[in-house]
């Protein structure tokens, strides 16, 4: 898989898993089930995917927007998940466009006029981006936690400034099979099917 990120993703953030599966990260901040996938994965990576993963920062700026992995206040392990959070999130960056993950939580807030609105972004929202700055989480493709088991994507179009939210099926009883054969933790399979 990261084989398929490298060649195709012209920009790539590092987050909280992989800095543990790289040693940059106590296991005793993870939950147990984390840290057993984070024990796994470091039996498995091979060299050159841990290179690649070695050469990632958790937050990044390109022309119209500010990544983040988790937050700007804090780039790994903050959840926007609240008001509080997405406010202080757009109040701690300039670009018109800020994006941030880790939450596994599809999200769209708008901060216009100094009022901020928004929610959970279910499938098909869409947000005009010329008409505020906002602040967007795509979702996530594995272990989604807004009760929608499908893999989550966000389509973001510069020229027409327009974002839109996407889900894709997959087949999550194959990933479950699959995490039951390496002797993964029984909960991460189990919530697949349900997205929380």
């Known amino acids: 898989m990261i084989d398929l990120i490298r060649e195709r993703a012209r920009l790539c953030l590092v987050g909280n898993h992989d800095l543990g599966v790289l040693g940059q990260l106590d296991l005793d901040e993870f939950s147990p089930d984390a840290a057993a996938v984070v024990r796994w ?19 990044a700026k390109v022309e119209h927007a500010e990544l983040f992995h988790a937050s ?15 406010l202080a999130a757009l109040e701690m960056t300039v670009s018109p466009l800020v994006l941030v993950g880790h939450s596994h939580v599809a999200l769209s807030v708008a901060l216009s006029n ?58 999550i009883e194959r990933t479950q099979s699959e995490l039951r054969e390496r002797d993964l933790p029984e909960a991460l399979a189990e919530r697949l099917g349900q997205g929380a």
């Open 41 to 59: 994965t470091r039996t498995v990576l091979l060299d050159e995917n841990r290179a690649f993963l070695e050469g990632l920062e958790p937050e």
């Open 72 to 86: 700007p206040r804090d780039p790994v392990w903050e959840y926007v998940i609240s008001e509080e959070t997405a």
């Open 114 to 171: 100094g009022d901020l609105s928004g929610a959970v972004a279910p499938e098909g929202t869409e947000a005009p981006l010329d008409q505020a700055r906002w602040l967007l989480n795509p979702g996530s493709v594995g272990q989604p936690r807004d009760g929608d088991p499908r893999a989550a994507w966000l389509e973001i179009d510069f020229e027409d400034r327009t974002a839109r939210f996407h889900r894709v099926p997959y087949d």
